[in-house]
């Protein structure tokens, strides 16, 4: 047992009106004790189910990035013509509607943006459809590429996809305790704003709740992170809503996104089985009517606008509207699944 940790659980499980919140420099060293793995289960799960309840600040979350990037891995500054995208979605992926992330970063990378994705696979306590299964069935394995892989990736293709159990086995090994206690734990709001590159980038984090909003921008603050996007998206991710206004922090700045105004309203697309997911997905990659289709117009476009690679959000989403259709996305993918099955052969 841990008697530094157990002081630091102490602190933060006194109950509602006599708990102490954590340092920055606490946090950091309670995260280096559980990543260590010098923390009992039982102290481990005490600290992950009290500090959900009692809801982390961002000077917590700040000192839990900050064990993060001693831990775990960082990518080194490659070769790249803009800031790296880097984009936060929940690891336990989606249940309700179809992820739109893997189809945004090839749009954004066949126009020249290089986009960094990181996640796991199938986690709890959600257990959705997560990122790399997606990647996976459109022919990308990213699992066993090693950080110099990635980033060799990133400077040829644009695109790059950190795996967890491969480059941060210490977090991924706290999944048990998230499946255990059934509710995402701070370390799930880690995720969302985890940067793990060591050059200049652009960070785009989903969340669903108003409050963590505003923990994200004043965590965003203590790190210095002065580039990025807050999005109110679809389950918590960064995919923007069709049938509701989106709502973004953009550098600080406030936007209502309506697709209405571009006649790409909907409902929102509900998730299929994978099979007939990954079907749409050809369909639309391919050039052939797919349900996909305005979803992601409307992702690609709006963020083609808001990273610089359009002067409008209507020409955004013309522009994403002809990278599909001349078929340089599907060309991106191709180019992925060719470095991918080199990857498998060394």
Request: glycine residues 10%.
């Amino acid at each position: 047992m841990s008697h530094e940790f157990r002081e630091l659980l102490k602190k933060i499980s006194s109950g509602t009106h006599t708990h102490e919140d954590l340092t920055r420099g606490e946090a950091a060293q309670a995260t280096r004790l559980l990543l260590a793995g010098k923390a009992t289960p039982a102290q481990i799960g005490a600290f992950l189910i009290a500090h959900r309840i009692k809801r982390p600040t961002a000077e917590e979350l700040a000192g839990m990035l900050d064990a993060y990037a001693e831990y775990g891995p960082r990518l080194p500054q490659r070769d790249l013509p803009h800031p790296l995208v880097i984009f936060g979605h929940p690891y336990d992926g989606r249940s309700r509607t179809a992820p739109l992330g893997v189809l945004v970063a090839l749009v954004l990378a066949a126009a020249g943006a290089a986009v960094l994705l990181h996640g796991s696979g199938c986690c709890p306590p959600k257990y959705g459809l997560p990122l790399e299964v997606v990647w996976r069935g459109l022919g990308v394995d990213w699992r066993g590429w090693s950080l110099e892989q990635v980033g060799r990736c990133l400077e040829q293709t644009g695109l790059g996809f950190l795996y967890l159990p491969d480059c941060f086995p210490q977090a991924q090994a706290l999944m048990e305790y998230r499946d255990q206690i059934g509710k995402r734990p701070p370390l799930a709001t880690l995720e969302l704003v985890w940067a793990p590159y060591e050059g200049p980038f652009h960070l785009v984090a989903g969340y669903v709740h108003p409050p963590t909003e505003a923990t994200m921008l004043e965590l965003f603050a203590l790190q210095g992170i002065q580039n990025f996007t807050t999005v109110k998206g679809l389950e918590g991710s960064s995919d923007l809503p069709r049938e509701r206004t989106a709502i973004l922090n953009h550098r600080g700045e406030r936007l209502l996104l309506k697709a209405r105004d571009h006649h790409l309203a909907g409902p929102e697309i509900p998730l299929a089985e994978e099979k007939e997911l990954l079907r749409q997905m050809h369909q639309l990659l391919n050039g052939d009517p797919s349900p996909l289709a305005p979803a992601v117009l409307w992702n690609g476009g709006s963020y083609l606008w808001l990273l610089g690679y359009a002067q409008s959000l209507s020409e955004g989403i013309q522009q994403a509207e002809e990278l599909l259709r001349s078929g340089r996305v599907r060309e991106k993918l191709q180019q992925l699944q060719h470095l991918a099955c080199l990857a498998q052969l060394s």
